[in-house]
């Protein structure tokens, strides 16, 4: 399945079921023995977090961790803990103070969306919904978790899904539309100093190729009205439209609201550009604290730009390994280095940015696992008890 596929098959299970997060974040379709046992569970009024993966999910993983052993085989394994053992304790901080951020930068860019609509929803709840959105999306191919943070935000600040969705929608558009003005910036800054090889600019170019596609289709989805005209169509089909009935109208509701969210893109636009600022300066902690201070901020700030895009390359989980190789690729680069023998410090650095990145985002866990575990009582059907019959 193609990373739109993914992410059109997300929106359309989201709004069938909002509370059901296995059967929107699956790839394999419709699973009548998983559907069972999830309408039992409501039933009862239980909730679970998914159990469902797929083979295509666990490839991914086995692909991203092989790749990521391949370096450390390449940089020597004990050089690679040796240096990590090394970095300054105050770099790590300043990092994770960085990463944390960026990530709020993130939450704020979401809020901006909601907050017109939204008034009175207290600020701290939508950007731990957040932040459990950004936690799905380290750990989902081509970062399509963030997808289900309307239902955090449902069950969190009681915010409506089509109101969660048109801010998300809105959010990830201008992210990956900014993303692919900074990562062909980028790529004109680093060619006028460097050479870069046929793989590295053929990797960011397919990242380039699929953010255009996923920012134009986010934003076209809001607010192009052929895209209105198309589902009206659609569902005056006797027997199709019926069944996409709910998906008709999650889309025109998101549409409704998307259009009321216009003014705010510029405020996120900027907030996005924010939070890649706030991404490269921990980098540039982290690069210090394993290797001498032989970079700019601005290098750092436009490979941040190249390692969020090579995240969306569909061939392992949020690009794990591929992130990885690309950070060792380009510092040898920069510093004029041969690829072999790899640089122990260079394969540190981009464990540690792993690490400290996918670990800030930790902060969205609770409020993951108290929506995968605890169900939304007005959103259950009521369920009584059977009475015996009296005489």
């Keep these: 399945m193609c990373p739109l596929d993914h992410q059109r098959y997300i929106l359309k299970q989201l709004y069938r079921n909002p509370y059901n997060l296995s059967a929107s974040l699956s790839v394999d379709g419709y699973n009548e023995g998983a559907n069972s046992r999830e309408l039992a569970l409501k039933q009862t009024g239980e909730c679970q977090l998914p159990l469902h993966i797929s083979k295509k999910l666990v490839i991914q993983i086995v692909v991203g961790i092989a790749i990521i052993l391949w370096l450390v085989q390449l940089g020597n394994l004990n050089e690679v803990l040796s240096t990590v053992s090394q970095i300054n304790p105050v770099n790590i901080v300043g990092a994770v103070a960085f990463f944390i951020t960026a990530s709020t930068f993130v939450a704020f860019a979401l809020c901006t969306t909601l907050r017109n609509s939204n008034p009175d929803v207290p600020l701290r709840k939508m950007i731990m919904a957040s932040f459990a959105g950004q936690l799905l999306s380290d750990v989902t191919p081509v970062r399509s978790g963030y997808f289900m943070t309307p239902v955090f935000l449902k069950q969190l600040a009681d915010i409506p899904v089509e109101k969660g969705m048109a801010g998300v929608l809105a959010t990830g558009g201008v992210n990956s539309l900014v993303k692919v003005v900074l990562v062909l910036s980028g790529l004109a800054y680093f060619t006028s100093r460097l050479p870069l090889p046929a793989e590295v600019t053929t990797a960011l170019y397919v990242g380039v190729i699929v953010l255009v596609i996923a920012g134009v289709f986010l934003i076209m989805l809001m607010w192009e009205r052929r895209f209105s005209k198309l589902v009206a169509k659609v569902e005056k089909i006797p027997i199709v439209g019926k069944k996409l009935r709910e998906f008709i109208d999650m889309f025109n509701n998101v549409q409704t609201e998307g259009r009321k969210i ?80 790899v640089n122990p410090s260079f394969v540190a650095f981009a464990l540690i940015t792993r690490v400290l990145f996918t670990g800030t985002d930790i902060i969205g866990l609770g409020p993951l696992l108290k929506v995968g575990l605890k169900p939304d009582e007005k959103a259950l059907p009521e369920v009584r008890e059977p009475q015996a019959p009296t005489s």
């Design 262 to 341: 216009r003014l705010s893109l510029i405020i996120v636009a900027i907030l996005v550009l924010l939070s890649v600022m706030a991404n490269a300066a921990a980098l540039y902690l982290i690069f210090v604290g394993v290797w001498a201070p032989s970079l700019s901020l601005l290098d750092f700030f436009f490979m941040a730009c190249f390692a969020s895009v090579l995240t969306y390359i569909p061939i392992t989980i949020a690009g794990l390994g591929v992130q990885e190789a690309g950070y060792v690729l380009m510092l040898h680069l920069l510093h004029g280095l041969p690829l072999s023998p």
